[in-house]
């Protein structure tokens, strides 16, 4: 197959380009790296199988020759991301969505859609179905990613019934992995930065909300099985091992050998205070489910920023997020 895959520099994106290629089908991807980085693919530099288009997916975009695939992963994903550039998110979930599904429609292409576990809000059922509608707050500072990625489903079952369109939808939960951004507001990645540097662990309000955390090989397997052979309908792909957020303190503090200690901030508004995947559709429909334990893929994760750090990519520096 030859696939588009915007947001291809980003952390999932690049993953998943790696996981098409290879199984031996060729990959357009595309990013404008507002928070992608070339460094996620310069490994592909000179494979003829891939090829790279600078731009961003929210202007009108022409690939040329055949698709087999769209796979829209361009946005901004992280609390700092999100929260720093609210108007590209929302015109990501929304412009680019219309166009990514206008080239799937014009190249007679199936189109999946990277949805996300923010389209549940602060869930009041728990763990969370894909029949769960959520509990968001549409004007909160929350609300540019949620909202965004709840239209952008709203659009894609549109081209999917009205134009019959082949479609996918899949609601990511927390991932982690390899190249994460050091300094991106994710909970993982701040935890893992401030231990190895040996500064305090910021962790919000008491601790005691909950997240499930899947590492990016079990995801990606997830992602690609669904793209594969999975239905119409959203799909939750993650881990539903559940940890308190000063747990997963803890872990990442015992794992890192740090010497650090763990402060507690004032909790941000609308933060979830749980958020747990129900994967029974994955696992019927797809065969699917992690396989990678959290203190495994933790400490995989540590080994790859540790490089980062000795090789002066990562600065010391005192975080102010710490946000999941």
Request: glycine share 10%.
């Amino acid at each position: 197959m030859r696939v588009l895959i915007t947001g291809a520099a980003g952390f999932l994106g690049s993953h998943l380009t790696d996981r098409f290629l290879g199984d031996g089908h060729q990959v357009v991807g595309l990013d404008n790296f507002i928070t992608g980085h070339p460094e996620n693919i310069a490994h592909l530099t000179g494979n003829e199988h891939f090829e790279f288009l600078r731009h961003n997916i929210s202007n009108y975009t022409y690939v040329a020759g055949p698709l087999d695939g769209v796979l829209h992963f361009a946005s901004p994903a992280s609390p700092i991301d999100y929260l720093e550039q609210p108007i590209p998110t929302l015109k990501v979930g929304a412009l680019g969505t219309h166009n990514a599904l206008g080239i799937a429609k014009a190249k007679g292409a199936r189109f999946f859609l990277a949805s996300t576990s923010e389209v549940y809000g602060d869930p009041l059922v728990h763990p969370q179905p894909e029949s769960y509608w959520g509990n968001v707050n549409p004007v909160g500072p929350r609300g540019v990613y949620d909202e965004a990625k709840r239209f952008a489903e709203a659009m894609t079952m549109a081209y999917h019934r009205f134009h019959g369109l082949d479609t996918r939808i899949v609601r990511i939960f927390n991932t982690y992995g390899p190249r994460m951004r050091p300094h991106d507001g994710r909970v993982v990645t701040n935890f893992i930065v401030q231990a190895l540097n040996g500064e305090p662990l910021t962790v919000y309000g008491d601790g005691s909300q909950t997240r499930s955390f899947c590492y990016v090989e079990d995801e990606v397997e997830g992602i690609y099985r669904l793209f594969m052979k999975g239905t119409a309908e959203p799909t939750n792909i993650g881990n539903p091992d559940e940890y308190t957020v000063r747990q997963l303190a803890e872990i990442v503090i015992e794992l890192t050998g740090s010497s650090s200690t763990i402060e507690s901030r004032p909790l941000p508004q609308d933060d979830p205070k749980v958020r747990r995947p129900d994967i029974t559709r994955a696992r019927t429909t797809l065969g699917w489910e992690p396989k990678v334990p959290v203190r495994e893929g933790l400490a995989r994760t540590i080994a790859y920023f540790r490089t980062l750090l000795e090789s002066g990519r990562i600065e010391s520096r005192v975080l102010t997020a710490g946000k999941a």
